[in-house]
Each structure stands twice: as C-alpha cells, then as structure tokens.
C-alpha cells in the first residue's frame, strides 16, 4: 500500500468573508451529486513544492465537503528521484540525455509503486488523480484497475519539451481518461485523452504562509536571520533550481545595488525531499553570492517556514520570481495576495497572474530584472498601488476555492 499523507482540517464556510456567498454556495451545489465519491491524489513527495502545498489545501477542504478524499505518495531512493529530476528539466525543454538506464529505472520504480497500489477497502476510487511525471506510469502499469476515473494532472510548463523525454512519456498517458493541464499551450502532441480540462493553481488564503501578518512582526522575524528591516529588501522566495534563475536575481540585484547601496537581498527557499540537484544548485547559488554580506540565502534547513516566508514576502520592498521556465509559479500568487507587486519572469504560468503595469512587471532579461527593481523601490506610491490591483485579481482569480469548485466541475463532466 502506498504511504498515506495526514492533512490537517479545514473548514470551507471559513472561506465565505474572503470570496463571497455566491463561491461558497455554488461549490456546495457541485458537490451534491458527488457526496460520498472516493477520489485519490498521488505525488511524489508529501512536503516541500507547489503540489504538496496544493494538496495540502485542496484534499481536506474535498473532505469538508463530504467526498472520501485521501492523499499518498510514491516511493523512491535517490537513483529514482535523481532520474525524475531530469524527467522534470527534459520535459521543461532542458537539453539532457534520456539513457536506456534512466527509462528502466523510472519504469521499475513505477511498476513497483503501481504494485503497492490498492483501492479503498477492497473497492475501486471513484477517481484517481495522478500528479507529473513521476508517477504518471501507474495507469498503465496497475494491473487491478483500482479506480473508475483515472486523471493525469501535469503541473509542469510542457510546451516546449524535449522530444526524448516527451516521446518516452506519452505513451503512458494513453489510459488516463483525463488530463489536467495549468494551460491550453502545455498540452503536447499525442495526447488523446478523452477529457481535457484547463486548471491553474491556486493558493490558501488561510494558510500560514498567506494570512495577515502584522508589519512589526514581520519586521522582528525577517531581523532574526540578519536582515536589516530599515533597509530596502528584495525577495525571491522558489526551490534551489536553474529554471529559478537565483543567479540572475543576483546579477539584477548587483546592478540595483551600484544606484541603491544599502538595498538587500533575500532568497529564500525550500529543499524538497524529490529534488536532490537543489543542494547542488544551492552550492552554485552561494558561490555567486560571494561575499556579499546583504545577500541572505535561506531555506527550511535553517528554519525557514510558512510563517517565515509570510514575513519575508509582508517586510520585502520587492517581490521578485526570475524563472525562464513555470508551470505556473504558487509564489507568485503569494506575494500579490500580500499587497505587493511581483516582478515576474515572462514565461509560463506566470503572466496569468501579472498583469504587466497593472499587478507587477513581466521580464525577459537580467537588465529588465534590475530596471523594474529600480521603479519599485524609487516610486512607493506606484508601487502601493500596483500592490492593491494585484490583491484583488487574486481574490477573483487564483484562490483554492476557485481551484475546488473546478475539479468539482470535472468530476460531475466525468460521472455524466
């Protein structure tokens, strides 16, 4: 049996003030039909990146509601996951070799997953709802069928993959019923799913991370790792990885610095138990911060946590996610739901949530990183404004109820 992931409570009425009756009445109408439906999340890895925060919202509030919905995740060494690692890059358009020995190790970890995996009592899911690559070979290899519905959902930016990697996936798609794609462009060639659903993601606005915190506050956590907060600070809160691009935050942050001397640099991240290349690339990141003592290059091994990133993202003058390539960027939504325009890189997921001018700056190069930095920091008043914009389209847009009321959608498409 696969390793079931325990969540916390949580309570979809909380959620009314912050999006209005017309949401909350509409989900509990969409779930009427569906009460008592076993449904299934299967991921990599139970903490750290954009699915696990996800599931830890979505799963519960789908219990609250009165579906049987349960979370587990695969098993797997470092041989495996360093494969999956590459899968993830290749598939995001990295020039990587796909060997024979990386396609036997992700199938022998799949079929050996697809093994443990059972149905609830005995019975099949309802649904199953298999999340990226990693495990995406489990509908193809389970020989039982434990589940009525199977759905693939891809959080990754595929819309320019490496044809190896691509090529060696797809023909495991072929018995999802359904797949679930963050937009229209990641679907690739050969997919022929039955059912085709376009979701972005969503964040909490009553996790940690993401309600209110005082300014003082704060002020007094971001003070404890040695940022000065009288000081102007920017911030790029992602995992350790080049698709990030820390090292051209970096670059962008030393041309700020020759116009504003005291500014700082924050970047904080998360080291994930399915990505062992972030402690090789948190390795380059440190060697390209130098000496500099205004840089501060933190993660959850140093006890960087959700209120911790809540601090962080309230205290910041600027909120910055330089990635070259996003499936859709959680942290992005983060910052804008605090009031605080993003500087975002203009790729992926990531224009969804900027609007360029309105809600932050779209960029396309270190110079243009450094540039919009400058205007953020030099105009306060524009920024604060840009700020309100930015809370507002993601109270309309990208917010987890939003994100419940869809796969409810799906899953009544799919039992019709």
């Known amino acids: 049996m696969l390793r079931e992931i325990e969540v916390a409570e949580k309570h979809l009425e909380y959620y009314r003030p912050i999006v209005g009756d017309e949401v909350i009445e509409e989900i509990l109408s969409l779930v009427e039909p569906l009460k008592g439906a076993s449904l299934v999340h299967i991921n990599a890895t139970g903490f750290g990146g954009g699915v696990a925060e996800i599931l830890q919202t979505l799963v519960p509030l789908m219990r609250d509601i009165g579906l049987d919905a349960h979370w587990q995740i695969i098993e797997g060494s470092d041989e495996f996951f360093n494969v999956t690692k590459a899968f993830h890059n290749g598939l995001q358009g990295m020039n990587i070799p796909l060997t024979e020995e990386m396609k036997e190790i992700w199938t022998r970890y799949n079929r050996l997953n697809a093994e443990r995996f059972e149905g609830p009592d005995g019975r099949q899911w309802d649904f199953a709802l298999i999340h990226d690559p990693q495990p995406a070979g489990l509908a193809q ?72 915190m005082d300014l003082s506050e704060a002020a007094q956590i971001v003070r404890r790792f040695g940022v000065d907060p009288y000081r102007p600070l920017i ?45 090789y690339y948190l390795d380059k990141t440190s060697r390209r911060a130098g000496e500099d003592s205004d840089i501060f290059i933190l993660h959850n091994f140093y006890g960087i946590g959700n209120r911790e990133v809540n601090a962080f993202q309230t205290h910041s003058n600027v909120i910055v996610q330089k990635s070259t390539r996003e499936g859709f960027g959680l942290v992005v939504a983060e910052a804008l739901w605090k009031g605080k325009p993003v500087i975002g ?26 540039d919009a930095m400058l205007r953020l920091l030099q105009d306060p008043e524009q920024a604060q404004a840009m700020g309100e914009a930015a809370h507002e389209h993601v109270r309309q847009h990208f917010l987890s109820t939003r994100y419940l009321r869809d796969y409810l959608r799906l899953f009544n498409v799919l039992r019709s």
């Open 141 to 212: 290899m389970t020989e039982r069928l434990p589940a009525h519905h199977w759905l693939w959902r891809c959080h990754i930016d595929t819309s320019q993959p490496n044809p190896a990697y691509w090529d060696f996936l797809v023909p495991y798609l072929q018995p999802y019923e359904t797949g679930i794609f963050t937009m229209q462009e990641y679907v690739g060639p050969g997919c022929e799913f039955e059912h085709l659903a376009i979701i972005p993601p969503t964040i909490d606005p009553l996790s940690p991370k993401n309600l209110p």
């Open 345 to 370: 890189g203009n790729v992926g997921g990531i224009p969804l949530q900027i609007i360029d001018g309105v809600t932050g700056y779209l960029v396309n190069s270190v110079s243009e990183t450094a």
């Open 235 to 279: 911030t790029q809160v992602s995992r350790f990885d080049p698709w990030k691009d820390p090292l051209g935050v970096i670059d962008a942050y030393k041309q700020v610095k020759q116009e504003v001397p005291e500014v700082q640099l924050a970047l904080v991240g998360s080291m994930a138990s399915d990505d062992p290349e972030g402690w």
